[in-house]
Each structure stands twice: as C-alpha cells, then as structure tokens.
Antibody, heavy 120, light 112 residues
Framework: QVQLQESGPGLVKPSQTLSLTCTVS??????????WSWIRQPAGKGLEWIGR???????NYNPSLKSRVTISVDTSKNQFSLKLSSVTAADTAVYYC????????????WGQGTLVTVSS | QSALTQPPSASGSPGQSVTISCTGT?????????VSWYQQHPGKAPKLMIY???KRPSGVPDRFSGSKSGNTASLTVSGLQAEDEADYYC????????????FGGGTKLTVL
C-alpha cells in the first residue's frame, strides 16, 4: 500500500518561496500508473487543488496559482516537490500530497499533511 | 470562496439518513460524471468515500451513497453512526482545455 509523507519548513517569510517535498513509500513514483498532486487547506476552510505531476515530468496547475507554482519529481529519491513563490499570509495552510490513478479524477491516497505558516 | 457550494452544516440522529448537497456549474459538476466525496475527521487527512458520482472504494460502508442531478451532486449517509461525524468535501473535475479540479467548502456533519 502506497504511503505519502510531506516534509519541509513549517514557517516561511512573506515574499519568499515555500518548498515542500512528498516522499512516496510502498510503491515506485515512476510506475507510470499515477499522477502526484499537491492540495492545501487553510485553517477552517475548504480544500484547494494546487497541481499535479506525472512521472515523465508533465504537469497541470490550478489556473489561479499557476504563475507562482512549480511541481517537480525526483524518481531517484521517490519524491516529488512543490515550490510556491512570493508567498503571503493567504498561503498559510496545511499542505497535502496525494495520489491519483492515471485516467481518474479522484485522490485515493493522501499524506497526513504539513502546516506551513507564512509570517515574518 | 470555494468553487463548489456546500451547506456549512448538516445533522441527524443515529440511525437516520442525511443528505449533503454540492452545487456547481455546467463546467464542473454538471459537465462530467467525475464528482468525488471525502470524509475528514479533525486533524486527519481526507479519506475518499465516493468517486465518479456514485462508486464506493473498497472498504467504504454501503451506508454511503452518491448521486447527481444537473449541476448538483449529493452524498447520502444512511443509518447514521457516531463515527460518521466529520467534515465532508465534494470535488469535481473542472478541466476543459487543461486538467483542473475544484472542491467544495465542506459540510460539518453532526450526529446528534
């Protein structure tokens, strides 16, 4: 069974770049059967899909965040990463990584999430 | 503001049925049979409960069911149990030219 675990700084200063990594265990990130997504949830609010990446490096991003988001994959480490630039307090949220089967439109496995606070 | 509209709260007594709605547009909910529902207990990651409008993943009780009519999808929980108390989120595919996913704002289900 695939497991996902987010990691990265819990505090980021305004205008800086938020960087998170998701480590995949129990399966190969380069199996070719899955897309790997980032999703966030501000405290007390709903979920927001940020974007996704395929093992080939092909990406799709939420149009509202596209100008600030970069998702990359490191198959040698079985990890994929998120970079969100020019952050503000509005980017404070719990960030989740999640898995989608190719051809599907739902997230069947999620990491536990990591809280990132944007504050000086 | 979330792309899909859900009621902020819903409630029912043990054994009763509760239905949670999720309203979108013809560009998301109404345009595709790709609505999914997630259950989230406090401090936990979301768990997939329903996908493609009405399909249940292995291990999800058949007390949970999904449906859709026009631009509105619904999640029904029958035979309410205490452990069903959680937040529920709907999601829909919203891509036309590019892949995009949208979520609802969530509904807090209280078992009275």
């Amino acid at each position: 069974q695939v497991q996902l675990q987010e990691s990265g700084p819990g505090l980021v200063k305004p205008s800086q770049t938020l960087s998170l990594t998701c480590t995949v265990s129990g399966g190969s990130i380069s199996s070719g059967s899955y897309y790997w997504s980032w999703i966030r949830q501000p405290a007390g609010k709903g979920l927001e899909w940020i974007g996704r990446i395929y093992t080939s490096g092909s990406t799709n991003y939420n149009p509202s965040l596209k100008s600030r988001v970069t998702i990359s994959v490191d198959t040698s480490k079985n990890q994929f990463s998120l970079k969100l630039s020019s952050v503000t307090a509005a980017d404070t949220a719990v960030y989740y990584c999640a898995k989608t089967i190719v051809g599907a439109t739902f997230f069947d496995y999620w990491g536990q999430g990591t809280l990132v606070t944007v504050s000086s | 503001q979330s792309a899909l509209t859900q009621p902020p709260s819903a409630s029912g007594s043990p054994g009763q049925s509760v239905t949670i709605s999720c309203t979108g547009t013809s560009s998301d909910v109404g345009g595709y049979n790709y609505v999914s529902w997630y259950q989230q207990h406090p401090g936990k990651a979301p768990k997939l409960m329903i996908y493609e409008v009405s399909k249940r993943p292995s291990g999800v009780p058949d007390r949970f069911s999904g449906s859709k009519s026009g631009n509105t999808a619904s999640l029904t929980v029958s035979g309410l149990q205490a452990e069903d108390e959680a937040d529920y989120y709907c999601s829909s595919y919203a891509g036309s030219n590019n892949f995009d996913m949208v979520f609802g704002g969530g509904t807090k289900l209280t078992v009275l």
